[in-house]
């Protein structure tokens, strides 16, 4: 096992993967930015290095002064959290040149993956169900639509750079794809610097069904069940839960042999999401793999009782994965809603400013995974993300009983947040009843 590990992240996550260290005997060095000198990540681990300017671009994602600090440090490996370098697959070779673990997949996986139309190709070809839609990239408008035409409107023009839903344009008929390729290409050029779209079909109502996998470097992969985070706003995710209550234990088998057939594909290592859509009728695709640890995880993690961030460290360090398949057992129901420093009157504009009171809900299944408490300066700079309530239940009765009251018990003032938005859900008769999709909240939204 490793002796020091740097973590090369901020907030709620940083903390979460000192704690797996913690556990681990591994002492752990935080970077920081000149904006975060005081921050709570900072105070929990053993050593801290500064790492430049408040501005992302100056510290969090600038990869020489990252670097620096590990070999200052004598740190052994970095774990890059989830957002900044997590996918950047430069960033992980470059670790492994100056002799340090990139705590995560392969870089060639994560390359791999990063190209959404070559990922699509690569994952027919290993038996995963994929959208209908172009086989590569839009090369040609005559050749895309013939292709629109066979598989039928309303098309998708998907950026193959982009990820996270930018890029992203509906098309509802023949007339308007022309200039919806364009736009999105062009799009994609400037927020990627690459113009690649493809083509799929549009699912109207799809639920976002997402498996996780973990695999080590013996050739063993485990996939531990699904989250389903149909609950997005403007492609944030606000709301996740495990297991879905749309995967009954056939379906489930199934996504998750495609799961593991597609980490088996690229030659994965470390813990991975496969993202499908899943439709109306019961039907899976691929959509895209993140190659990172998810915001999400605790809602496996509290189903399975496996601890997704150790075991990442455990495989980095050349260990087997301390799970086999037959061991993952999935028990009750998790639910986790993210709590945002967002202005709901101000179409959930980010809401910086001093956290004047802080007080964390507790009790029986009840978890907090917080980057933030009381006098903490919320910075404009960066994810607005404050904290995940967790909670575990039975049931999901029992999980939802107590998110009610446990968002009942938050105490947040000072900064606007995301906490009323969940209270306003955990009413909803239909997300009690489960019936939600990927359009639930923009449609309430629009009715509101
Ligand atoms: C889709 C889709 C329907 N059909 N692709 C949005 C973010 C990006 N990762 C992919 N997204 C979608 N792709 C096809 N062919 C619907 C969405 C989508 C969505 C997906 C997952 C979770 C929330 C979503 C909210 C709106 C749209």
Redesign the pocket.
Known sequence: MFKKILVANRGEIAIRIMRAAKELGVATVAVYSEADKDAPHVRYADEAFPIGPAPSQLSYLHIPNIINAAVQTGAEAIHPGYGFLSENHHFAAICKTWGLVFIGPPATAIEQMGIKAQARQMMQNAGVPV?P?TEGTVSDLNEAQTIAEQIGYPI?V?ASF????RG?RIVESADELEDAIERASREAKSAFGQGDVYL?????R?R?IEIQVLADNMGNVVALGERE????RR?Q?VLEEAPSVAVTPELRRQMSEAAVRAAQAVGYTSAGTL?F?LDEEGRF?F??MNTRVQVEHPCTEMVTGVDVVKEQIRVAAGLPLSISQDQVQLNGWSIECRINAEDPSKQFRPSPGTITVWHEPAGPGVRVDSGADQGYVVQPFYDSLLAKLVTWGRTREEAIARMRRALSEFRIEGVKTTLQLHQQLMEDPDFVKGDIH??FL?ERMEGA
């Open positions: 959208v839609g998708l998907k982009g990820g996270g839903g992203i799929e079909k549009y699912l109207r799809p976002h985070s149909s609950l997005q492609r995710k993202e859509l695709y959509m895209e990927t359009n923009a």
